[in-house]
């Protein structure tokens, strides 16, 4: 059992409906002359859902115990993401719906973690970091590389994110794959 005070981003468990879910955004609150309240952000794993809600403290789950197994990304064709098993060179298919917000991060022969529940292929986890290659952003000024502004950038899995006024196109940056932020330039 886990208790609500416990949950960290990326723990799996049971909700009080019997549905499985993923912790994508937790807050723990407490205002004065009131009980603390823990917010949460979850994924449904079999539908892709999200749900916002929040629990008291002591409230108690039952933790789910998810292998994890090596995979391949090979493509994505519409509706279907195609995945290769490293271990048995199987070949899955992978509903596009259920992937939710890691398919902006796919790339050819990506190599992720299949997430098992019950020997069932249900989702996939991505590192924490990517390394992603600037394709479009509207260029700097010299001398804008003191200064906090952002600027929307194009990286080339089609993701959009804010990145420094410094950043031009072709350069790689390193973005947080849970927040979609900016991390740093990377430079080889």
Excluded at 84 to 95: A, C, G, K, T, W
Aim: proline share 4%; no cysteine.
């Amino acid at each position: 059992m886990i208790l609500a005070v416990d949950l960290k981003n990326g723990n799996i468990f049971e909700n009080e409906n019997g549905q499985m879910v993923t912790v994508i955004n937790y807050q723990h609150h407490r205002k004065s002359q009131s009980r603390a309240v823990v917010r949460v952000k979850l994924r449904n794993l079999e539908t892709g859902s999200i749900i916002e809600t929040s629990y008291r403290p002591e409230d108690k789950f039952k933790e789910v115990s998810v292998e994890k197994r090596p995979k391949t990304f090979l493509y994505a064709d519409g509706k279907m993401a195609h995945f290769m098993d490293d271990q048995s060179y199987e070949q899955l298919e992978f509903p596009v719906e259920k992937l939710g917000d890691a398919l902006k991060f796919l790339t050819e022969n990506m190599k992720v973690e299949g997430l098992y529940l019950n020997e069932k292929f249900f989702n996939i986890e991505l590192p924490a970091n990517l390394v992603l290659e600037v394709t479009s952003t509207v260029p700097g000024v010299k001398g804008d590389t003191v200064s906090n502004m952002m600027k929307p950038a194009t990286l080339s899995t089609g993701l959009e994110i804010k990145v420094p006024l410094f950043i031009k196109e072709g350069d790689k940056v390193r973005v947080d794959t849970r927040t979609f932020e900016y991390v740093e330039r990377v430079t080889q």
